[in-house]
């Protein structure tokens, strides 16, 4: 199995990085404006994204399989692009003196394509758009991302 | 073995992209400005990173593995951090449409620890320093780069 892993350090303090990975609101701050959901244990939540003039591109929707307070939030992607089914997606947090560290994995990939590359390289950009609402209230969530190629 | 793994367009023609990575002037202008040493096959490079103030913070030396015109830089570490020495970086290059896609992976990592993590997340920032730098003249090489955590 591949993984995709990150590594950001965050300057605040370790609640409000959860806050912004296990609500709803949080997420829409930064991967994309079109979340909804219910991010409770066992509840789904759909990801959708489009162009900056409203045209869909895609979606994904994951399952929440654990919440655990300012630790862990883990999904498993149930629908979307057939390489990200059953995929998981894990935010680890842990501290290191004034910065919360967020250890990210998307994990279980069966290949290592090139659409893999491409979203590892997208989840940097995302992960730094965290860091970015955690640390200055602003992040780059969809469909303001960070452009990294001819896929977006 | 670990791979990190990344893909990004740059929308020029690859031979200008080539020359970025394959050139001493080249890699300073989106990794890091101290880039010294012979870009051939067999030659080394030597990488070194230190502070906006000038403080060394550390350093790699590559040796040059493969130079393919338009194709591919192939690079392994010979000296550094013990967790990248003997593995591999390489750059394969290809196009679609407009852009020239550069397929980046840093290969044979023996584990997935934490500075895994790190190195994954600052090397999209580098390819996305390194796609600046062609499109626009003006890249993101430390001591300049994107700080992603408390480690820079």
Redesign the interface.
Known sequence: MI????????KAPIAKVYAALSTIEGVAGWWTKETTGVSKPGGNIEFSFSTPSGERIGGFTMQVMALDRNKEVHWRCTSGPEEWIGTDVMFKLSQ????T?V??GHRNWRE?G?F???C??KW??F??SL?DLVETGQGKPAPND?K????H
Chains 1, 2 share one sequence.
Do not use: P, Q
């Not at 290191?96 to 910065?99: I, K, M």
């Not at 990294?148 to 896929?151: A, F, K, L, P």
């Open positions: 993984d995709i892993i990150h590594r950001v350090g965050i290191d003196g004034d910065y560290i250890h990210f290592a090139e893999t590359e491409h590892s390289t940097a950009t992960m730094l860091k960070v990294v190629s001819n896929w």
